[in-house]
């Protein structure tokens, strides 16, 4: 079983930043791909980020939405994800969902974010103009 604590999202201007953060109980968390999906009112979710396991050396990749203004960090001694949110803009706002899937290490990687069979509550981050 996986949990997830996710945190930090809430109500920001135009242009101001929120750090949202995602905690998961799994066993050797470094040896999972972690991913950011988000879900706007009336539309499909959409994946916006996603850190490599210690394998893929943490690399990280990022939706064309957010490249640039998002920020996608792992810090495998708390079993913990962040995404660094800069610039925020109206479209941004949405239900952010922490994701990975607990397959054997090398099962998925980022390129495989869509198929991630774990997710979190999530959390709400909502951009005013």
């Known amino acids: 079983q996986v949990d997830f604590v996710e945190s930090g999202g809430g109500l920001v201007q135009s242009g101001g930043s929120l750090r949202l953060s995602c905690t998961i109980s799994v066993f050797a968390f470094s040896n999972y791909p972690v991913g950011w999906f988000r879900q706007a009112p009336g539309k499909e979710p959409e994946g916006i980020a996603c850190?490599?396991?210690?394998?893929?050396?943490?690399?990280?990749w990022y939706a064309d939405s957010v490249k640039g203004r998002f920020t996608i960090s792992r810090d495998n001694t708390q079993n913990t994800a962040y995404l660094q949110m800069e610039s925020l803009k109206p479209e941004d706002t949405g239900v952010y969902y922490c994701t990975t899937d607990p397959a054997p290490e090398g099962t998925y990687g980022c390129k495989d974010l869509a198929l991630f069979g774990a997710r979190g509550q999530g959390t709400q981050v909502t951009v005013s103009s």
């Open positions: 850190v490599s396991s210690a394998s893929g050396w943490g690399s990280a």
